[in-house]
């Protein structure tokens, strides 16, 4: 390799974006000041799939674990907060970091177990796991059993002192959280897991190949993620005060949602998942009132996406403009070529 | 002596499983496909034969004759007019189109049929029956559905094995290119084997109807029967759908015997500990 070729990230693109990123986040930080309770709270819901959808990308879209399970972590992080704060008095406040410890240490387990499927079958496989976990929360009495139960007054009075102090720190909690996990999900994409993980994107063979270590790397996005996911878990069921079984692992909610977020969002790229997430809610928040219908919509536009475009919305704009929003894709640029126009691109593309 | 009633009547409730893990594990030999709606297809079976029999009024055992070839045709439609785009070497599009198409069907099914819990009535056979001794008897209805089980898993062997359809099967399930070069159409053999896989699912429906009652939401605990059913028995094996059904089944009624509440879990744990310490299933060979 000669000494004229040099590896850049950023793009004219991604140094706008970033300036645009910076506008935005001062923007939502600002959102007590001029949304109001609902907007607050519809941005709240926003924060918590972006976050899940996110997840979901660097399992799915990188890693190639195509979960149907993850509603099995948000449940574990809601349950381990509300068990701490019922029988134990803890914080739910300390019981969300407490929750993605125990999720990412209960990963391993299920990992050993549902890594032995390949393909599809560990999509179906995580999914009975989650139904594990379900049937079991259903059977624990002292945490209400099937119907579930609700967080102690004492400490819900004790997060905040009124309603609207609450929901000004659950608002800054998803915010904040929704912030760092983007963040760590840059950093990581940025480093050499971030290379081991995209070229396993582009094709598992060629990355082993080359000397990645698949099946590690697999595992540590499977546990990482798990760790998130159920801190995203804890921190819904603090914001709703209320926890049951069917809520906590719910499949519609935490998982078909959110593989339809990032389907049509563009599955495999870091902006896939946020810009799926706005599309989902401009959809929700204009079409819920048909109920089934609507539902029926959802299905029917994730199977039109999957066979028209399968890189999803992001994909399709990004491939026509050389977009991207983060510096995240790695070019590789000769000198001599194309000085001042498009530069060569490797490992900046998904797999076809 | 309950016990044994309980194992008995889990082996029965078995070949009902066995029957949802047929079409899978067929289309899944066949094309690699995973087919997420495929629970929900069994209701829509069961729907379908809910109209048949509320309109021309027969048995529902009956309705079969029309439930088989509405299905088969809706199997082969699907294959053709959808799920032949998303075959290829990415597992994501088939996996995911097939999830979008069970939001799509329970949703529909929904919208069309309401929530309302239904059944079918099948008549006289339902309570018809025989006691082996005083404390196991065994009702005809669910001696017949295991027969129809070991018939049509018996007759996908013979088909598989025996005749030319069965072939272009095989030989597309080890080589879809060459099997083209070869002069098959494989986009027609993987659209016959849809049809057929879905013709099983009506039998399944229509069974599942009369044992017991279904709505829109039941589809995708069906779909996690039969998957496990096909893990317990052995992914490459024919008669370990069979195995795997009855296997479950027989775990179902022991939980259920303990405690109510462990009927399903109990096949999960199976399902997993199977898992864990045999991941090719009890007649599986190979590892994947």
Redesign the interface.
Known sequence: MSAAMRVTRSTNASRAGLVGVVLVLVALALAPLWAGRDGMRLLIDAYVYVVLASLWNLLAGYAGLVSIGQQAFVGLGGYTMFALAVLGGVNPLLGIPLAGVVAGVMALPVAAVTFRLRGAYFAIGSWVVAEVFRLLAAQVSVLGGGSGGSLPVGLITALARSRAAREHLMYALALGLMVAILAAIVVLLRSRWGLALTAMRDNEVAARSNGVDVERTKLVVFVVTAACTGMAGALVFVQRLRISPDAAFSVNDWTALVIFITVIGGIGRFEGPIVGTALFFVLRETLSDLGSVYQMLLGLVAIVVMVYARRGLWGVLAERSDLQLLPLHRRVRVAGFGRGGAPRETQSRPAP | MHWVNAVVQGVLVGGLYALFAAGLSLI?GIM???N?AHGDLIVLAAYVALVVTGTLGINPLLSLVVVVPVMAAIGYGLQRG?LN??LGD????????T??????????L??VFSADSRRLQAGRIEVAGFALNAGVSVGALPLLQFAAAVAVIGGLHVLFYRTALGRSFRAVSDDPEVAQLMGLNTRHVFALAMALSLAIVAVAGVFLAVRTNFDPATG?AR??FG??AV?IGG?SSLWGTLVGGVLLGVVQAIGAEINP?WQ??AG??A??AV??VR?QGLLGRAR?
């Open positions: 899944f690699r496909l995973v997420i959808l785009r998303t990415d597992i994501l599009p088939p996996l995911l189109v999830f979008g198409l069970s939001v799509f069907l329970q949703n529909g929904l919208e995708p779909l996690i998957f496990e893990i992914l509440g399903v879990l999960h744990v399902f997993l898992l864990a991941p994947r």
